[in-house]
């Protein structure tokens, strides 16, 4: 089996472009954030405690978290790729506990570096679309074949508006400081891999693929 992953990134680093090419391998793609949302889109007794803590941006209690996340992974039989978790230290002993109790030790962590200039410009540059691809106005990389337009599906392409400079140098800032942490904690497991971002994702690609051999 694959080596399971551990993802770690900032925002706009292009964790989303690098797990779509691993699920493309066969990985189950894990996103606490995609499972909060699905209970509050489901309305069940979770979804309705965590909706407005979600709202306001803040983290949803690490006890609720883990529940969803411990179900999900005793029952899964395949190489998945973990993102959104652990988001605080405390996190991430939870989850080493667990994964000692699931028997599970072939995982390695990644750290998808990416300067907050890179970010920034990245992420204010993003177009999305509904189908879920995402794509970026200034990076040739990351451009649509025709402006403004979905290679995948054809739609016409959003521009996030919450995007802002400021709210987006904030989210970074939080983030590299609340990953800090994190960072040591695997890094004193020697689980821990940076990958440079600037080296584009066709070579940050190769990178994983490389670590997960
Ligand atoms: P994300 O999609 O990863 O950006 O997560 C969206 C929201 O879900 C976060 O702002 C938190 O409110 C919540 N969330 C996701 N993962 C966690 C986690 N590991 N711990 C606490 N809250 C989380």
New binding site residues.
Partial sequence: MMKNVIFIAPPSAGKGTQSALLVDLGYEHI????M??EEISKQTEIGKK?ES??QS??????DI?YELLKNKLSTLNKSFIL??????LN?ANMLDKLFQELKIDNYEVIYLDITLEDALERALGRLTCECGASYSKYNEEFKPKVDGVCDKCGKKLISRNDDNEESFRVRYQTFVDNASPIKEFYESKNKLHNIDTALGKDKVAEEIKEILK
């Fill in positions: 996103s606490t954030g995609d909060l949302r965590v803590i979600m941006g803040k983290l949803v209690s690490d978290v993102d959104g978790f652990p988001r605080t996190q």
